[in-house]
């Protein structure tokens, strides 16, 4: 993965999402008749946001002991997007110049009983989205906490009725080289991006897809309209603008495993003691936290030990990354 790691105080106030950009979507949500404000939901109303999203904030995913979320300014003007381009602040402007997120539709094949083909909005309506407050831990040694809106993956594995062929799920990110400037800047990616997860890691409770960020629908730039949030697993692992879900009975192939398989493994759990060929996993760079602060220590499975570490139970960890 090329990194260039941009420093906090490089974000300015300028660069703050607009408005504007979240319009439309937030006039879908209201359309639905679903806009009902909660207070027990992390919104960003304090920077300007005018409406809530509909979801309520399941009180088991509160933020983790001793953090607090990001800043909203940061969760969506600071990201990784290689669709668009390898900077970290330019997916906020170029994911916004016109790439349409709405309506979508996502396919679901394979292994299953019945392909399926879902409107997301649709979708989104049916699986009543709840927020969960997750720690978000890049394989580049940065951290924030994100509020996220959305819904358990396994709601999604059940409706989608896989066989018991089924043992792997791999995820696809769209493909249209006229949206992303990144398909033809950077050819020697296997475009499409693609993702996997063992159906065990699918089916844990904290695997997650998001529709909203901060109670507001998904921006542009973190993945809308529909992205996976397994945050125990390096950010990598969190495809964005998923149009297609297949259950295969093979480990599926993925970007960056096929990219750099020594420094991307198939699992990226989140792991202290497993260095990346190129640097330590041991401490990350809080995001937002100010340029003086110290790195914090990276905590095993990102801090979810309790919740998913019976999946990888007499697995060698170092050999399986
Ligand atoms: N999904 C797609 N389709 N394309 C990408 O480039 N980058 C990944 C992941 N999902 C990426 C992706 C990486 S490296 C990270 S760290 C997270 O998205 C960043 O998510 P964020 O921008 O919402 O913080």
Redesign the pocket.
Known sequence: ?QIKIAKDWELRESEVTSEDAYLSRRRMIKALGLATASPLVFSSLAEGATEGFPTKLNKKYLPPKGTKPTEFKY??G???????S?D?FE?RILANRGWKTEPWTIEIGGHVEKPLKLDVNELAKEMAPEQRVYR?R???AWS?V?PWDGFPLNKLIKKAKPTSKAKYLKFT??LDKKAGP?FQKYPYYDW??T?GLRMDEANNELSFLATG?YGRALPN???APL??VVPWK?????????VRIDFTDKQPST??NAAAPREYGFYANVNPEVAHPRWSQARERVIGAGAFADRIPTLKFNGYQKEVGHLYEGMDLKKNF
């Open positions: 993965m969760v969506t600071y990201n990784n997007f290689y669709e668009f390898t970290k997916p978000f890049c394989v580049e924030m994100i990110t769209f990144g499409p991006y993702e960020i730039q973190n993945g992205r996976l390096y950010g990598f692992k969190c495809i964005k603008s998923i970007l960056w």
